[in-house]
């Protein structure tokens, strides 16, 4: 049972949910489950499942708020248990989760049009197609809004024509669609110059995604670089909700509560995982467990992991309301990866050498959390939009 577990919740946050939500947060519990052992060899050869991947949209996991025909609408709390119990098992599918059901299928789901939604909205949810959203840029991460990848309007084809860079972008070389974010160059348009979205089909000529080498994070998944060299597409290939930068913020700020979930599931393993260790293991001849230095911190960890579940039940009620602030989610988010970095590395040091042992559960969480503190907003970017909304002053640049 979900919500019976050993101490992980000992302030009982998670005690009364509704039985809608307490069953898609243990489909998720079940999926993880039956695919755990196969992304645990993923993450150690640096493979990427995508069957696995795609098998949580079957599942019906990937509805992440999403109103419309033919879904299943999650609630605030039951996106976001299934978030935490995904990354609870697996970062790298914690990470598909926020890609394909929280950036994508939101920027679908807010921006398309009637068309686009009527096509690609149920099999990007159910899994039958892979989705990316391509804003950073290799020389714009945090400064996104200074995006160089541009549109310019053919008038003479009547075509988009579009010319650019991206990097970091997950299921960007999948096969499937990428939301791309791109400045408009068509003088006579009324958006000339704005940031606006266009969807792309991977298959486009000119569209070359290559897969990133080297992580030592999320190494179960894929991130891309994508070159776009003359990427042509038709007219109604740009999403007409978008008209400005501003768009591409509205979806950070509602998938950046989802990263604040993540963060607890990540802090739940290793918890979990250091608890249960220091019952077992024997030093001394006494079970870690017994020493004072060790209970504390034991202590200090449950303090931590309480504090991100109190942040995130309460995220989500307000969000259930409307009432939930960008800015709230930003410390949420702050605040969680924070915490479960500092999890993580007391669980990692409880275990001793054990503990960089991929099979005892805590080094791939450990080097997980690195990716989700960076992506969807640094920890000084959350800072400093925390810091212009209590101050009334920016200080980006
Ligand atoms: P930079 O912006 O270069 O930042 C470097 C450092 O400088 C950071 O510590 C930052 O906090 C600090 N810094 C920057 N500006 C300031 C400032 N004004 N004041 C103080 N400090 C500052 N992007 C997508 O579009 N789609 C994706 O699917 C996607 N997936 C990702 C998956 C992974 C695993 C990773 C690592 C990234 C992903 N990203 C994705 C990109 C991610 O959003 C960026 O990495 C992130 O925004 C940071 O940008 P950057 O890496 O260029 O770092």
């Not at 049972?1 to 519990?29: H, K, L, N």
């Not at 599942?59 to 419309?68: A, S, T, Y």
């Not at 068309?115 to 197609?129: D, F």
């Amino acid at each position: 049972d979900v919500t019976s577990r050993r101490g992980t919740d000992y302030y009982a946050v998670f005690a009364d949910i509704p039985e809608a939500d307490r069953e898609a947060w243990e489909r998720a519990q079940a999926y993880i489950d039956e695919v755990g052992t196969r992304m645990l060899d993923a993450w150690d050869t640096g493979a990427y499942p995508l069957d696995i991947a795609m098998r949580a949209g079957e599942l019906d996991l990937f509805n992440d708020g999403i109103v419309h025909p033919g879904l299943t609408r999650f609630s605030p709390l039951a996106a976001g248990l299934v978030n935490m119990e995904i990354s609870r098992g697996d970062g790298s599918l914690g990470t598909v989760l926020a890609v394909q059901g929280g950036l994508a299928l939101r920027t679908l789901a807010l921006f398309g049009s009637d068309e686009q939604q009527a096509r690609w909205l149920v099999p990007v949810a159910r899994g039958e197609v892979a989705a990316s959203f391509a804003l950073t840029e290799p020389d714009h991460g945090s400064d996104s809004v200074s995006l160089e990848t541009v549109a310019r309007w053919d008038a003479d084809a009547g075509d988009w024509v579009i010319d650019g860079a991206k990097k970091w972008i997950g299921n960007g070389a999948s096969g499937g669609i990428t939301f791309v974010w791109a400045r408009i160059d068509a003088p006579e348009d009324e958006h000339h110059g704005a940031v606006r979205c266009f969807l792309v089909e991977q298959d486009t000529p000119g569209y070359t995604g290559t897969v990133i080498a080297g992580k030592a994070s999320l190494r179960g998944i894929h991130q891309a670089h994508i070159a776009l060299d003359g990427v042509r597409v038709p007219a109604d290939a740009v999403l007409p909700g978008t008209k400005t930068f501003k768009d591409a913020s509205t979806v950070l700020y509602s998938t950046r509560s989802g990263v604040a979930w993540s963060a607890l599931g990540h802090a739940t393993a290793c918890y979990e995982a250091a608890l249960a260790y220091a019952q077992q293991r024997v030093q001394f001849g006494k079970p870690l467990a017994r020493f004072q230095m060790v209970q504390e911190r034991l202590a200090q960890m449950l303090e931590e992991l309480t504090a991100m579940q109190l942040y995130c039940r309460w995220m989500a009620d307000l969000e259930e309301r409307g009432e939930l602030r960008p800015t709230q989610a930003s410390l949420a988010k702050y605040h969680n990866t924070r915490a479960a970095r500092r999890i993580a590395s007391v669980a990692r040091d409880l275990l001793g050498g054990n503990g960089i042992l991929l099979e005892y559960g805590v080094m791939q969480h450990m080097a997980d959390i690195e990716a989700i503190h960076t992506y969807e907003g640094t920890e000084s970017i959350q800072a400093l939009l925390i810091g212009r909304d209590i101050t009334g002053m920016s200080a980006f640049a």
